[in-house]
């Protein structure tokens, strides 16, 4: 089969989105699968949308495009703020898009009118990560300013934490994003049908038993696709963490010295060269790099150690003997290293057949 390539198997992330759907809706939460690390992948959606997720995010509206393309049949919203240069492109396929600029809001407001459409929207609360979002102080005018908007519709409000700055969910922020949900219906007489507590972050808090107050949607994409929470990267319980791999093939393997000779200069991505003398090493270098994925990002079956990459090559130390050429390695990803290799037209995506349920 060709190399490199990322499995996918389907049955797995269904798995995965089905068991955090069931577990978050005793909690009055809904899940809005996240599909951005799959490049808006219509086969990825399908299994999302079958495991009851009850609408799909993506940060690009090119991949939100893509589904709309393959009739993917679902709710789709925009979670990174529209860039104005979108504007009719966002409310032509998106249904909602996450939002904190007012100048924003009213091109989208003028692209939907011209569009005789209505584009939902969910204004994003600065609650300390230092991303994206409104200071809280200014969320009342922003909302009343909104609510001015023709063919705007003001669906909720949401936050999202544990990204730039790893600030942690916790039941105080929480519990701020709950309290001006109350206090937004309170003064406009509405309610706030979606309050969005974050990402795959907030999946400890949601399910620890704590309070969910207002909270009634997280929006998941790494904890579906990897089986892990993110805040400290440990499995969930019951998911599986290997649904998706990256296979890379063997191009050369010989037994090397571990340290380079000669005068030492930089290397191609500026890392630092190896340093420590372990002898004789067998040095395998398998056919993918750092335009495929993120090298950092990889983890090998135990007895293999990563050593180094350059753009088209993996550099690994294979341990025990060396391998034959055209020999197939597999590395399970983290988030990073998936991103990158979903992306690259050189890596193949093998998805496996959804197994009717
Ligand atoms: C990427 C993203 C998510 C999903 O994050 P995961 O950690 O993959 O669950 C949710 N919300 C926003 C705004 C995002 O950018």
Not at 53 to 71: Q, Y
Not at 116 to 142: A, F, K, Q, S, Y
Not at 272 to 278: E, K, L
Request: proline share 4%.
């Amino acid at each position: 089969m060709t190399a490199p390539r990322l499995e996918i198997d389907l049955n797995k992330i269904y798995h995965n989105a089905r068991t955090l759907v069931d577990r978050l809706a005793d909690r009055g939460i809904s899940v809005t699968g996240v599909t951005k690390a799959t490049l808006g992948s219509p086969e990825i959606a399908s299994a999302l949308i079958r495991a009851g997720v009850t609408a799909l995010g993506d940060s690009r509206i090119e991949n939100i495009e893509a589904m709309r393309r393959a009739h993917v049949p679902a709710s789709m919203t925009l979670i990174r703020s529209p860039m104005i240069s979108q504007a009719e492109r966002v409310v032509t396929h998106a249904d909602v898009s996450l939002n904190t600029e007012l100048d924003v809001i009213s091109r989208l407001s003028f692209a939907a009118k011209e569009a005789r459409r209505t584009h939902g929207v969910v204004l994003m609360v600065e609650l300390g990560d230092l991303r994206e979002g409104i200071m809280p102080g200014d969320l009342e005018n922003t909302v009343r300013e909104t609510l001015r908007f023709p063919n705007i519709v003001l669906r909720g409000i949401g936050t999202n934490l544990a990204c730039r700055s790893g600030v942690s969910p916790d039941a105080k922020n929480m519990a701020e994003l709950s309290a001006l949900a109350d206090s937004i219906d309170a003064t406009f007489g509405s309610t706030l049908s979606i309050v969005s507590g974050g990402n795959s972050g907030n999946l400890t808090w949601a399910l620890s038993g704590e309070d969910t107050g207002r909270i009634n949607d997280l929006r998941l994409g790494e904890a579906i696709l990897l089986g892990r929470e993110t805040l400290h990267r440990q499995p969930i319980d019951g998911l599986h963490t290997d649904a998706i791999t990256l296979i890379a093939e063997v191009v050369e393997s010989k037994a090397k010295p571990s340290l380079p000779w000669g005068e030492i200069a930089q290397t191609a991505f500026g890392e630092q060269p190896p340093s420590i003398d372990r002898g004789l090493i067998s040095q395998t270098i398998l056919a993918i790099g750092q335009q495929d994925t993120d090298p950092c990002g990889l983890h090998a079956r135990p007895g293999i150690t990563i050593l180094g990459a350059s753009s088209d090559h993996l550099i690994v130390d294979s341990g025990g003997g060396c391998l034959c050429m055209g020999a197939e390695m597999t590395f399970q990803l983290n988030y990073s290293a998936l991103v990158r290799a979903m992306t690259s037209p050189f890596v193949a995506k093998v998805v496996n057949r959804l197994i009717p349920v």
